[in-house]
Nanobody, 132 residues
């Protein structure tokens, strides 16, 4: 059974830091691109960061210089270090994965109808709340 389980959300004041972690199981973690997607209370959806299997990364302009994505293949974990948090970072953060060389039953899926990003697997999300 495929699982993506996020940890580390919480409430913090502006300027603070949080570290999100996502533990993966049930699929080929080493051969997958991992993503972090967030959805605000108003249902705005943003692709925050990608960590590709080749080690390359992507960050949304809104988080560049403040967020850092990393992974530990030995622990099947991808993490998102979030520094200098702002109230506009308040959202539910979802870990996602796409397997690169496996045909996955059901194919790519969106998180929900309001979120256009497609991945094979999604976690249940963890809430991050930043107060001013």
């Amino acid at each position: 059974e495929v699982q993506l389980m996020e940890h580390g959300g919480g409430s913090v004041q502006a300027g603070g830091s949080l570290r999100l972690s996502c533990t993966a199981s049930g699929f080929t973690f080493d051969d997958s691109d991992m993503g972090w997607v967030r959805q605000t209370p108003g249902n705005e959806c943003e692709l925050v960061s990608i960590l590709k299997s080749d080690g390359s990364t992507y960050y949304a302009d809104s988080v560049k210089g403040r967020f850092t994505v990393s992974q530990d293949n030995a622990k099947n974990t991808v993490s998102l270090q979030m520094n200098i948090l702002k109230p506009e970072d308040t959202a539910r953060y979802y870990c996602s994965a796409v397997e690169l060389r496996t045909r996955v039953p059901g194919g790519l899926k969106r998180l929900n109808i309001r979120c256009p990003y497609e991945y094979h697997y999604w976690g249940l999300g963890t809430q991050v709340t930043v107060s001013s």
